[in-house]
Each structure stands twice: as structure tokens, then as C-alpha cells.
């Protein structure tokens, strides 16, 4: 797979989830000696033209408030990217903000929205993915996002260093109204 400069747009968790999620991504970079990243749940990733990622996350600020959705439990794969994982429900919402990013960005990578938020990025066993998975209870059964960010990264992400590499260049709140 051609590997190339791309900019990834997120969707950030409010808090306390943010708070809990930051912590467990910590704790699991710590024991199993793995890159820390913020948790977010990747809505698309594009071609990197940073000067478009700006005008993109205030079209979605602009047209979506707060996105809440249902946790549906802890995942795993053999994915360096998705070790382990929080799985979400795909909601109205969340298809929106993917198709106004879309839209704003234009789709060159083909990106398709499974939404998850990582918890660990790491080529791990898969015995030691199970037990990892079965050793996480979430304490919430929904989780409100509120903010977006255009990241710089490589295209696939592959390793550490990858990771550690990323910049955001653009980051934006999105409407308190009810959601």
C-alpha cells in the first residue's frame, strides 16, 4: 500500500470521557510500551491541503452541534491502527459530519467510516488483544463528542514514529446545543 501525506479529521470526545479515554490510552501505552496519542474518532481522511482543512472543520462546527453516541463495546484486530478499540454506533449525525467533511475535502482516499476510538496501537498477540479487550468495562454506555481536529499524519499510520509525527493544523468546537 503507497503510503503518502494525508490530513485525518477527528471528532473529539467531551469531557469526563475525554479524561477517562486520555487516561486508559496512558496507562496502556505505558504497560505495553506503545506510542500515546489523543483519543478521537477519525471521521475521513483526505489529501493534505491544510488550507482546506480549516474551511472544512468550521463548515462542520457551523452545520453540526455536539454528536452523542452508543458505545458498543470493546473491539480488537490485528490492525496496528485498531489493537484495541472502542466500537460506536453509526448515527445520523455522525454520517453527516462524515459527508459535510467529505464535501469540504473531497474524497481521494476513499476513506470508509467504521467509528471507533483506539485505546492501544500496537502489533500485539492476538491472546494478548482477548484479554486486553475482556479487561476493559467502559463506565459510560454513551459518550458526547464536541470538538474536531485536522491532523497531519502519514497515510497509512504503521508504526510509532508515525504517530509520534502528527500535527494537528486545525481544531474547532462544536455547537452546545442539545443534541
Known amino acids: 500500500m503507497r503510503r503518502r501525506t494525508a490530513i485525518a479529521y477527528w471528532l473529539i470526545p ?7 479515554f486520555r487516561r486508559l ?11 500515546v496519542f489523543e483519543p478521537h ?3 475521513h481522511v483526505a489529501a493534505c491541503r491544510a488550507d482546506v482543512a480549516e474551511r472544512a472543520l468550521s463548515e462542520a462546527a457551523r452545520d453540526c452541534e455536539r454528536v452523542r453516541l452508543k458505545a458498543l463495546g470493546i473491539n480488537h484486530s490485528g490492525e496496528f491502527t485498531k489493537t484495541l478499540f ?3 454506533e453509526l448515527s445520523k449525525k455522525l454520517r453527516r459530519l462524515n459527508e459535510i467533511i467529505r464535501g469540504a475535502v473531497g474524497d481521494s482516499f476513499r476513506y470508509e467510516l467504521k467509528p ?13 488483544r482477548r484479554l486486553l479487550a475482556r479487561s476493559i468495562e467502559l463506565p459510560f454506555s454513551t459518550v458526547i463528542f464536541d470538538s474536531l481536529k485536522a491532523v497531519r499524519c502519514t497515510a497509512p ?14 481544531a474547532k468546537r462544536m455547537s452546545q446545543r442539545q443534541f
Not at 467531551?14 to 477517562?20: I, L, Q, T
Not at 490510552?25 to 506510542?35: E, G, K, S
Not at 499510520?157 to 486545525?170: F, I, L, M, N, P
Open 14 to 20: 467531551a469531557e469526563p470521557a475525554h479524561r477517562y
Open 25 to 35: 490510552i496512558c496507562d496502556l501505552a505505558c504497560r505495553h510500551d506503545a506510542p
Open 41 to 43: 474518532l477519525t471521521l
Open 86 to 88: 472502542v466500537q460506536f
Open 116 to 128: 471507533h476510538l483506539s485505546l492501544l496501537y500496537k502489533k500485539a498477540p492476538l491472546s494478548t
Open 157 to 170: 499510520t504503521q508504526s510509532r514514529a508515525d504517530v509520534e509525527a502528527w500535527r494537528v493544523v486545525a
